[in-house]
């Protein structure tokens, strides 16, 4: 006597519908997190407005980045940076605009979904929007900083530039040229968490820690969910981190 192994009509059914019901719930779930990775911290307009109305500066929609550049005299220094997570890239250019009015060219990324780890383009892909760039550093705030020290990685690399973050890779046997700027209130890039993770950069790194800035202090975006309040007005850290940065620089020509 033989008998039927295959599963009966309501075995089949009950199966097709379970099959169902997980790849819809799989559906909304991707579809909530599009949604998610898509509501992006604007940047402040008035702050934007500075940087469009400044002649000693150049800036540019290339697509997958923003391309600030002198109009002046330029000094063959450019960065890539990279923009914390889902932050809108033009809060970065108020943070850059005196850089670059100085020489310096800064390409903002527009990371994968508006988050850095999605991000797996090589630093060429940026730095060729700026063919006349002889010397080459990275940067990026909170999880572009986090990016930022992957592509450093890049022999052509002169540099890393560390905003409200710190390296999850192994940077310290590098002689790469080294900047972190934090703020003492970040409530997200905490004072204790840079120092845990100060062992990955060189030991020439230089740190600077900004009294009173935040984690928002880096961009101009507004508060940001998790960070402490700041106690030094944004337009005071933002001159610390410009010279700051202004320094860092020089080092690089």
Wanted: charged share 20%.
């Amino acid at each position: 006597m033989s008998t039927d192994a295959r599963p009966g009509p309501a075995r089949r059914h009950r199966a097709l519908r379970i099959g169902a019901w997980v790849l819809a719930a799989l559906l909304v779930l991707v579809l909530v997190f599009l949604v998610w990775a898509h509501i992006v911290l604007q940047g402040t307009r008035s702050a934007a407005l500075t940087v469009w109305r400044d002649d000693r500066v150049s800036v540019r929609d290339a697509g997958d980045a923003v391309v600030m550049t002198p109009t002046g005299t330029a000094d063959g220094v450019g960065i890539v940076f990279v923009p914390g997570a889902k932050v809108d890239p033009y809060a970065y250019m108020a943070t850059f605009r005196q850089v670059v009015g100085d020489g310096t060219t800064v390409v903002i990324t527009k990371p994968t979904l508006n988050l850095a780890f999605f991000d797996t383009r090589p630093l060429s892909r940026f730095a060729a929007h700026a063919p006349d760039v002889r010397t080459w550093a990275v940067g990026g705030h909170s999880l572009g900083g986090v990016r930022a020290c992957q592509l450093a990685e890049d022999r052509d690399v002169a540099g890393v530039l560390l905003l409200g973050s710190y390296c999850a890779d192994d940077l310290s046997d590098s002689d790469l040229d080294v900047l972190s700027v934090s703020g003492s209130r970040d409530g997200l890039s905490t004072p204790e968490k840079v120092a845990a993770a100060r062992d990955e950069l060189p030991a020439s790194a230089t740190m600077t820690e900004v009294t009173g800035a935040n984690h928002a202090a880096f961009g101009a975006y507004g508060a940001q969910p998790g960070d402490l309040p700041a106690t030094v007005s944004r337009r005071e850290s933002g001159r610390a981190v410009t010279a700051a940065v202004e320094s860092w620089v020089r080092d690089l020509r």
